[in-house]
T-cell receptor, first 112, second 112 residues
Framework: SQTIHQWPATLVQPVGSPLSLECTVE??????LYWYRQAAGRGLQLLFY??????ISSEVPQNLSASRPQDRQFILSSKKLLLSDSGFYLC???????????FGSGTRLTVV | GQQVMQIPQYQHVQEGEDFTTYCNSS?????IQWYKQRPGGHPVFLIQ?????EVKKQKRLTFQFGEAKKNSSLHITATQTTDVGTYFC????????????FGQGTTLQVKP
């Protein structure tokens, strides 16, 4: 069966420090992968999506970047965190045609 | 750009009362999906509607897709404390990338 792993679950980082969040999917090949951010009590903002290895599309200009070094691995990074980067980061995958998303358990990031 | 709007943003009900959230898209949708996010958790896929005027039921939850395929609703009959959470609708983005555009969500609180 397909599973999605996201870590860490919680992270507290100082302003100006780097960030690396990792998401991996098991049990499927060539998934579409997505990074979303959710501010406290707010909706889901799409940050990046990827339809294949090395293919990254950015939805909003920001302090973050994404990479997909392997088919089932999606990484969200920042060189220098800002206070405004705090939030709940969710990775999701879908298979073209199935249309529904499966979300990871999320990373709650607090930048202090 | 394409927008998916959801109302109300918040709803407080007494246990046993009914609850409805409404979703409207700025464009015609090929399908509409609904997700539930429990407090502190990640969104979980509930259902997908595809056909114009479609109605689907999951126990006390009734989902409808409008005739014009631009609006949808989720109705919960006789709410229970286990229904607490945020309910999101989502529709496909304009490009063929599997992107979903999420509504802002409706957060339901149920008083026992």
């Amino acid at each position: 069966s397909q599973t999605i792993h996201q870590w860490p679950a919680t992270l507290v980082q100082p302003v100006g420090s780097p960030l690396s969040l990792e998401c991996t999917v098991e049990g499927t090949s060539n998934p579409n992968l997505y990074w979303y951010r959710q501010a406290a009590g707010r909706g889901l903002q799409l940050l990046f999506y990827s339809v294949g290895i090395g293919q990254i599309s950015s939805e909003v200009p920001q302090n973050l970047s994404a990479s997909r070094p392997q088919d089932r691995q999606f990484i969200l990074s920042s060189k220098k965190l800002l206070l405004s980067d705090s939030g709940f980061y969710l990775c999701a995958w879908s298979v073209t045609g199935s249309r529904s998303y499966t979300f990871g358990s999320g990373t709650r990031l607090t930048v202090v | 750009g394409q927008q998916v709007m959801q109302i109300p943003q918040y709803q407080h009900v007494q246990e046993g009362e009914d609850f409805t959230t409404y979703c409207n898209s700025s464009t015609t949708l090929s399908n509409i999906q609904w997700y539930k996010q429990r407090p502190g958790g990640h969104p979980v896929f509930l259902i997908q509607l595809v056909k114009s005027g479609e109605v689907k039921k999951q126990k006390r939850l009734t989902f409808q897709f409008g005739e014009a395929k631009k609006n949808s609703s989720l109705h919960i009959t006789a709410t229970q404390t286990t229904d607490v959470g945020t309910y999101f609708c989502a529709g496909p983005g304009s490009s063929n990338t599997g992107k979903l555009i999420f509504g802002q969500g409706t957060t339901l609180q149920v008083k026992p």
